[in-house]
Each structure stands twice: as C-alpha cells, then as structure tokens.
C-alpha cells in the first residue's frame, strides 16, 4: 500500500514538475520577444545618435569658424 501512495505522489510531484517547466518556457519566450522589440530600438536609438553626432561635428566646425572670424574681426 505505501508503495501505491508513494508512486501517486511521485507521479503527482513529476507532473507538477512538468506545468511548472512548461510555464518557464512560456516565460523564457515571452522574454525573447521583448528582447527582439527592445534590440530594434536599440538599433534606432544607436542610428539616431550616430546622426545626431555627425550632425554636432558639423556644428562644432561652424564654431570654429565664427570664433576665427571674430578673431580677426576683433569682436571680444
């Protein structure tokens, strides 16, 4: 008799085993999906600054410009 309640168990304890590891999969996907959305903002983000770092080089060229010609123009 012990034997037949300890394999119920058992048997109980596996399958409980086996929701608890198919609900971690579910999660480990759901995770993965939101991984890939956030790595393409990401992407957008990195090619945003990129831009917004050439565009500030360009900038910066500017300025050196304006300040030698306020050099020579003798504007302090």
Same mark, same amino acid.
């Given at each position: 008799m012990a034997e037949a309640i300890i394999g119920v168990l058992g048997a109980g304890l596996l399958g409980l085993l086996g929701l608890?590891?198919?609900a971690i999969r579910?999660?480990?996907r759901a995770l993965a999906t939101r991984?890939?959305?956030? %790595? %393409?903002?990401?992407?957008?983000?990195e090619a945003t600054q990129a831009e917004h770092s050439r565009l500030l080089?360009?900038?910066?060229?500017?300025g050196e410009r304006i300040a030698a010609l306020e050099g020579r123009a003798g504007v302090d």
């Open positions: 608890f590891l198919q579910s999660d480990i991984l890939d959305r956030v %790595e %393409e903002r990401l992407t957008r983000i080089a360009h900038m910066m060229g500017h």
